[in-house]
């Protein structure tokens, strides 16, 4: 190899997503650290039962061998939400791919990471026939999912209510439809 060409690094290559796995849990940790502080901070224990649960689709995408970003998603109902260090719970007949949360190194932000995961997650969300995608919008984050196709939802069942509480003040259940779904 040429001098010149070891004095400049090879560019990483773009990172991919993968299905989320137990191994990744220490890295998604420090992410979600970096990214939330502790007031939505969720345990490893926790990660580790929506890991187990048969709906769960999560992503991570790693960079250099260090996990940068992830996605913890699973089928669910319209209209039904995950609470605050709750399990992902299976649904007899899913209809839309329910964001848990997404979070994306701060170190790296700006670099696409997030459209990544989302573009995956939708399209297998896509191919096993989901009709919706939805969220809890969470710290002032609304916009950012409003320009994701994004809208809020009432949620009519008092229970959903009760867990979108779970989140504090300001907290939004917002749906969008999946194209070609």
Same mark, same amino acid.
């Given at each position: 190899m040429?001098?010149?060409a070891r004095?400049?690094p090879?560019?990483?290559?773009?990172?991919r997503?993968?299905?989320l796995a137990a191994?990744?849990?220490?890295?998604l940790?420090q992410?979600q650290?970096?990214?939330?502080?502790?007031?939505f901070?969720?345990?490893h224990?926790v990660f580790?039962?929506?890991l187990?649960?048969?709906a769960?689709?999560?992503?991570?995408?790693?960079r250099?061998?260090?996990?940068c970003?992830?996605?913890?998603?699973?089928?669910?109902?319209r209209g039904k939400?995950?609470?605050l260090?709750?399990d992902?719970? $299976?649904?007899?007949?899913?209809?839309?791919?329910? &964001?848990? *949360?997404?979070?994306?190194s701060?170190? /790296? !932000?700006?670099q =696409?990471?997030?459209?990544?995961l989302?573009?995956?997650?939708?399209a297998t969300?896509?191919s096993e026939?989901l009709?919706?995608s939805?969220?809890?919008?969470?710290?002032?984050s609304?916009?950012?999912? $409003?320009?994701?196709?994004?809208a809020?939802?009432? &949620?009519? *069942?008092?229970a959903?209510?009760?867990r /979108? !509480?779970t989140? =504090?003040?300001?907290?939004v259940?917002?749906v969008r439809a999946?194209?070609g779904?």
């Amino acid at each position: 190899m040429p001098a010149h060409a070891r004095s400049h690094p090879l560019p990483s290559a773009p990172p991919r997503a993968r299905p989320l796995a137990a191994a990744d849990l220490p890295g998604l940790l420090q992410v979600q650290r970096a990214c939330y502080g502790e007031g939505f901070e969720e345990s490893h224990a926790v990660f580790l039962r929506r890991l187990a649960s048969p709906a769960q689709c999560s992503l991570a995408l790693e960079r250099d061998g260090h996990l940068c970003a992830y996605l913890a998603a699973y089928r669910s109902l319209r209209g039904k939400v995950t609470p605050l260090h709750g399990d992902f719970e $299976a649904a007899q007949a899913p209809d839309t791919l329910y &964001l848990h *949360d997404m979070a994306v190194s701060p170190a /790296l !932000a700006g670099q =696409g990471l997030a459209q990544v995961l989302l573009a995956a997650a939708w399209a297998t969300a896509r191919s096993e026939g989901l009709r919706h995608s939805a969220l809890v919008s969470v710290q002032g984050s609304q916009g950012y999912w $409003a320009r994701h196709g994004y809208a809020p939802a009432p &949620l009519q *069942d008092a229970a959903q209510r009760t867990r /979108l !509480a779970t989140y =504090g003040e300001g907290a939004v259940y917002m749906v969008r439809a999946l194209p070609g779904a």
